[in-house]
């Protein structure tokens, strides 16, 4: 029987399982490689940090999602590098040759070349971050109740939040609802009035990409949780008693969560004008490299313009482009030509909390209660499989009705920090 054509898809995040399910009754074998053996749902890892989800509620087994797709097969394994002349993905276990390769990598986070931020502070763009980050910070308030000095104390007790993105926003609102709510029933030693969530912004306004005035909304909203917001500052430095202004302003603390921004992360071997804003590699409009067609680059790690902007670094765009990849991948097997890839923006939003969030869906800006079930709607809509679903949505109306964020366990060695 003669050989299919061999798919390789680097990533088993929102794009490549998108690119790997559009494939799935295409006459190719496909290899999708991961170095994590779990599809990980990022949108709600600030939820895993802050106690409300446990991680197997955001993160599926890769080979559970394929199993009924016959032609994919999984490998774990780090993508080292690819060989384009040669048509090779080499990864830490094997090396992989290609008839057609999708590089859907995603992201990491950017630090923007602050290196005391990069190892003072912690990201949130993978589960061992996130419990990290919930170890971290329960654990501050387990020193806190041994500590006598007040400036220590304060200094544990302060969690600054750095970027005011939707992550930022998602992330300080989360926390502060625990402090307010969940945590003074356990702690009985502390005095609230010491504990405090900073927000910092360079931008001057929250939520940057939404319209001003929901902009506004979460930040007001932010403020009644009791999130001190700085705006217009930017990090110059953090050492081992908290953050720097460029102000010359301190903010002590012990903990600093950087979610500042994000920048691709691929193993191709380019630079210079190969490489847009943020180390997005520059695609066609068929999300090609110019220099080799048979490779696509989707999601985060593509800089693709569209109506003169590049889009975002978003889940519908990665789902999108891993759709099209499989429809483009089916057509040239049939020497078909396909249409340019054109996304269909179906809006974005974030939660500021319990029961509120902010969406913009076209002309269309809603806040508040409707905003929050919008969101859990979609939410439910992209997470994978019936049990995190369930999972998911039990844990949001525990936490709705009864103010409790179940998974306050301490487990990561990070709490020692
Ligand atoms: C905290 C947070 C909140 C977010 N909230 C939202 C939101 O509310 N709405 C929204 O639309 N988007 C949100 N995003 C953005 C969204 O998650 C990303 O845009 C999306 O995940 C991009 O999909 P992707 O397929 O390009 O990459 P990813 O989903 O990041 O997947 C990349 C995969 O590649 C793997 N990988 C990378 N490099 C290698 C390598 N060298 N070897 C092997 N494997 C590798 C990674 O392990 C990962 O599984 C959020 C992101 C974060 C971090």
């Given at each position: 029987?003669?050989?299919?054509?061999?798919?390789?898809?680097?990533?088993?995040?929102?794009?490549?399982?998108?690119?790997?399910?559009?494939?799935?009754?295409?006459?190719?074998?496909?290899?999708?490689?991961?170095?994590?053996?779990?599809?990980?749902?990022?949108?709600?890892?600030?939820?895993?940090?802050?106690?409300?989800?446990?991680?197997?509620?955001?993160?599926?087994?890769?080979?559970?999602?394929?199993?009924?797709?016959?032609?994919?097969?999984v490998l774990r394994a780090e993508v080292t590098g690819v060989d384009l002349a040669q048509r090779r993905v080499i990864t830490s276990a094997e090396t992989l040759d290609y008839d057609y390769l999708v590089i859907a990598s995603g992201s990491e986070t950017d630090y923007f070349g602050n290196e005391d931020a990069r190892q003072r502070s912690t990201g949130l763009k993978d589960l061992s971050e996130a419990l990290g980050l919930r170890s971290q910070l329960l654990g501050c308030f387990e020193r806190a109740t041994l500590t006598a000095d007040a400036d220590a104390r304060r200094r544990l007790l302060t969690f600054a939040v750095v970027g005011a993105g939707p992550t930022g926003v998602e992330y300080s609102g989360a926390v502060a609802?625990?402090?307010?709510?969940?945590?003074?029933?356990?702690?009985?030693?502390?005095?609230?009035?010491?504990?405090?969530v900073v927000l910092i912004e360079a931008g001057d306004r929250v939520l940057a990409t939404f319209a001003?005035?929901?902009?506004?909304?979460?930040?007001?909203?932010?403020?009644?949780?009791?999130?001190?917001?700085?705006?217009g500052r930017s990090v110059r430095g953090v050492d081992d008693q908290g953050i720097v202004l460029d102000s010359g302003e301190r903010v002590e603390t012990s903990t600093?969560?950087?979610?500042?921004?994000?920048?691709a992360t691929t193993p191709l071997d380019l630079e210079g004008d190969a490489l847009a804003r943020s180390r997005r590699v520059k695609v066609t409009p068929e999300l090609n490299l110019s220099s080799h067609p048979e490779v696509f680059v989707i999601g985060d790690a593509a800089a693709f313009e569209q109506a003169g902007a590049v889009l975002p670094m978003l889940a519908p765009v990665a789902i999108q482009g891993g759709k099209y990849v499989g429809k483009a991948i089916a057509a040239r097997l049939k020497a078909q030509e396909s249409p340019p890839f054109h996304y269909h923006d179906k809006g974005t939003m974030a939660t500021v909390g319990r029961g509120a969030a902010v969406a913009q869906i076209g002309p269309i800006h809603i806040d508040g209660l409707v905003g929050w079930f919008i969101w859990i709607f979609v939410h439910l809509l992209y997470l994978v499989g019936f049990r995190n679903r369930a999972l998911a949505l039990w844990s949001w109306a525990w936490n709705y009705f009864f103010w409790d964020r179940p998974v306050r366990l301490i487990i990561s060695a990070s709490d020692d920090r």
């Amino acid at each position: 029987m003669a050989k299919l054509p061999h798919v390789v898809i680097v990533g088993a995040g929102f794009g490549g399982l998108a690119a790997t399910r559009g494939l799935r009754r295409v006459d190719v074998d496909v290899t999708i490689v991961d170095r994590n053996n779990y599809h990980l749902f990022q949108p709600l890892l600030y939820q895993v940090a802050s106690g409300l989800l446990d991680p197997s509620a955001i993160a599926s087994p890769v080979r559970t999602i394929v199993r009924r797709s016959p032609n994919v097969d999984v490998l774990r394994a780090e993508v080292t590098g690819v060989d384009l002349a040669q048509r090779r993905v080499i990864t830490s276990a094997e090396t992989l040759d290609y008839d057609y390769l999708v590089i859907a990598s995603g992201s990491e986070t950017d630090y923007f070349g602050n290196e005391d931020a990069r190892q003072r502070s912690t990201g949130l763009k993978d589960l061992s971050e996130a419990l990290g980050l919930r170890s971290q910070l329960l654990g501050c308030f387990e020193r806190a109740t041994l500590t006598a000095d007040a400036d220590a104390r304060r200094r544990l007790l302060t969690f600054a939040v750095v970027g005011a993105g939707p992550t930022g926003v998602e992330y300080s609102g989360a926390v502060a609802e625990l402090i307010k709510h969940v945590l003074p029933k356990d702690y009985r030693r502390i005095d609230f009035t010491e504990v405090s969530v900073v927000l910092i912004e360079a931008g001057d306004r929250v939520l940057a990409t939404f319209a001003p005035r929901l902009g506004r909304l979460a930040e007001r909203s932010l403020q009644r949780k009791g999130v001190r917001i700085i705006l217009g500052r930017s990090v110059r430095g953090v050492d081992d008693q908290g953050i720097v202004l460029d102000s010359g302003e301190r903010v002590e603390t012990s903990t600093v969560v950087w979610t500042a921004g994000v920048r691709a992360t691929t193993p191709l071997d380019l630079e210079g004008d190969a490489l847009a804003r943020s180390r997005r590699v520059k695609v066609t409009p068929e999300l090609n490299l110019s220099s080799h067609p048979e490779v696509f680059v989707i999601g985060d790690a593509a800089a693709f313009e569209q109506a003169g902007a590049v889009l975002p670094m978003l889940a519908p765009v990665a789902i999108q482009g891993g759709k099209y990849v499989g429809k483009a991948i089916a057509a040239r097997l049939k020497a078909q030509e396909s249409p340019p890839f054109h996304y269909h923006d179906k809006g974005t939003m974030a939660t500021v909390g319990r029961g509120a969030a902010v969406a913009q869906i076209g002309p269309i800006h809603i806040d508040g209660l409707v905003g929050w079930f919008i969101w859990i709607f979609v939410h439910l809509l992209y997470l994978v499989g019936f049990r995190n679903r369930a999972l998911a949505l039990w844990s949001w109306a525990w936490n709705y009705f009864f103010w409790d964020r179940p998974v306050r366990l301490i487990i990561s060695a990070s709490d020692d920090r």
